[in-house]
């Protein structure tokens, strides 16, 4: 069975800093990963999808890197701002690549002022 | 530009009552799924749909009905509502049917039953 996993599940850090959020999936039969953003009382946003020849997708401040062999993603943020606090999900294809996408419970990023 | 629209987005139920959370998407997806959201527990797929007349169950299936009888909507059943049934439900879609494209989420419906 699939499992994602997102470490850590809070972060806190200054305006302006670069961050890294880490997502690790145990079957790496994956099509592609993708990254959301949840503001609170909100659906999901995405913000990167890695189809699995890629290795990495980059949309402005945002850089999500893929590592099928070792069952890893992370994304990368830099020069992070106050309007980048909320929760950060991935998500990665079921068991062997299957439609059942598998989430992972998040990290929570405040980015104080 | 609609995108992934859910309705109701509040409801109030109680134990033993039947309602439907309705799904609507004007991309054309070919893929829609339902997912629940509860603290701690993340997200999990209930159903999905590859197409029109083809669902399959997802994570946590039990008490809930779907049907694809057109490409755009996918409402989601709750037979006899439970306390456990409490939670935020979300609707998605992609184009595509075998994870290439972007997921696609609405605002979600809070459930709440009594």
């Known amino acids: 069975k699939q499992e994602v996993t997102q470490i850590p599940a809070a972060l806190s850090v200054p305006e302006g800093e670069n961050l890294v959020l880490n997502c690790s999936f145990t079957?790496?039969?994956?099509?592609?990963l993708q990254w959301f953003r949840q503001d609170p009382g909100k659906g999901l946003t995405s913000l990167l999808l890695?189809?699995?020849?890629?290795r990495e997708q980059t949309s402005g401040r945002l850089n999500a890197s893929l590592d099928k062999s070792s069952g890893r993603s992370t994304l990368y943020i830099a020069a992070s701002q106050p309007g980048d606090s909320a929760t950060y999900l991935c998500?990665?294809?079921?068991?062997?690549?299957?439609?059942?996408?598998?989430f992972g419970k998040g990290t929570k990023l405040t980015v104080n002022p | 530009n609609a995108g992934v629209t859910q309705t109701p987005k509040f409801q109030v139920l109680k134990t033993g009552q039947s309602m439907t959370l309705q799904c609507a998407q004007d991309?054309?997806?070919?893929?829609m799924s339902w997912y629940r959201q509860d603290p701690g527990m993340g997200l999990r797929l209930i159903h999905y749909?590859?197409?029109?007349?083809?669902?399959d169950q997802g994570e946590v299936p039990n008490g809930y009905n779907v049907s694809r009888s057109t490409t755009e909507d996918f409402p989601l059943r709750l037979l006899s509502a439970a306390p456990s049934q409490t939670s935020v439900y979300f609707c998605?879609?992609?184009?595509?049917?075998?994870?290439?494209?972007?997921?696609?989420f609405g605002e979600g419906s809070r459930l709440t039953v009594l």
């Open positions: 991309m054309n997806h070919e893929y």
């Open positions: 890695i189809q699995s020849s890629q």
């Open positions: 998500a990665a294809d079921g068991q062997g690549g299957s439609e059942k996408l598998v």
């Open positions: 749909s590859v197409g029109a007349g083809i669902t």
């Open positions: 079957d790496s039969a994956i099509y592609n």
């Open positions: 998605a879609s992609r184009k595509g049917t075998r994870n290439t494209g972007e997921l696609f």
